[in-house]
């Protein structure tokens, strides 16, 4: 059973440029969650989102920040314009709704690490 | 809001030895979920141990359990027989769900070393 799978695994952007975060969920899994922590910190929940659906977004900062969980595909964490202060290691989790403690708890992909210069 | 303070921020152990990781988090909900998870030097998290504010017995997981005062709103991990492999950060998570809308909120986390 493969786990969260994220991609790419570090990203290097200069500052302005667009930076893609992408995410595919366990097997079984229909929600997915993006946490962000920066250097010396813990995670912080940035957005929620269910297939087609965002329903919670209530930590994604509110320019240059965006998220998707189409159909078909991966979730894509996007952020646009990236500044220094984007550079931090961003984590995906994912868990579903179903009758045991395995099937609702978040389990966590490896993380995308994105310095920008 | 709900927050989760992990105060120490560095702890240290013999290989073999027991470790107790303190946790306490604010919340004026009468249930919720908690949860252990482990961060190494390969930064992947991982789940260590989940507790059900219901439910009245501590959970354990092998070498791991945790002692969770509701009153007291504390929540710490009991490492026994510590290996090598436990050095990494731990952090303490709270979630007012479990399933759907399930967010974690998380502490700042602790480094625990392992003295051979």
């Known amino acids: 059973n493969a786990g969260v799978m994220q991609n790419p695994r570090h990203l290097v952007r200069r500052r302005g440029q667009e930076a893609r975060l992408r995410c595919s969920p366990m097997?079984?899994?229909?929600?997915v969650y993006w946490y962000r922590q920066l250097p010396e910190e813990g995670l912080k929940f940035m957005v929620y989102?269910?297939?087609?659906?965002?329903?919670?977004e209530s930590g994604m900062p509110k320019e240059r920040f965006s998220a998707e969980f189409p159909k078909e595909g991966p979730s894509i964490l996007r952020i646009q314009q990236v500044v220094r202060g984007d550079s931090a290691a961003y984590f995906c989790?994912?868990?579903?709704?179903?009758?045991?403690?395995?099937?609702?708890?978040?389990?966590f992909g490896p993380g995308t690490r994105l310095l920008v210069l | 809001a709900q927050t989760v303070t992990q105060s120490q921020p560095e702890m240290s152990v013999q290989e073999a030895e027991t470790v107790t990781l303190s946790c306490t988090y604010d919340?004026?909900?009468?249930?919720?979920?908690l949860f252990w998870y482990k961060q190494p030097p390969s930064r992947q998290m991982i789940l260590v141990i989940r507790?059900?504010?219901?439910?009245?017995q501590n959970a354990t997981e092998n070498r791991f359990s945790v002692n969770f005062q509701k009153a007291a709103k504390s929540f710490s991990l009991k490492i026994s027989d510590s290996q090598l492999g436990d050095a990494a950060m731990y952090f303490c998570?709270?979630?007012?769900?479990?399933?759907?809308?399930?967010?974690?909120?998380f502490g700042k986390g602790i480094t625990l070393s392992v003295r051979p």
């Open positions: 919340t004026s909900e009468s249930d919720y979920y």
């Open positions: 989102l269910q297939k087609e659906n965002i329903i919670d």
């Open positions: 989790a994912s868990n579903g709704i179903g009758s045991n403690s395995y099937q609702e708890t978040q389990y």
């Open positions: 097997k079984g899994h229909s929600h």
């Open positions: 998570a709270y979630s007012r769900y479990t399933g759907a809308n399930s967010k974690l909120t």
């Open positions: 507790q059900e504010a219901y439910k009245q």
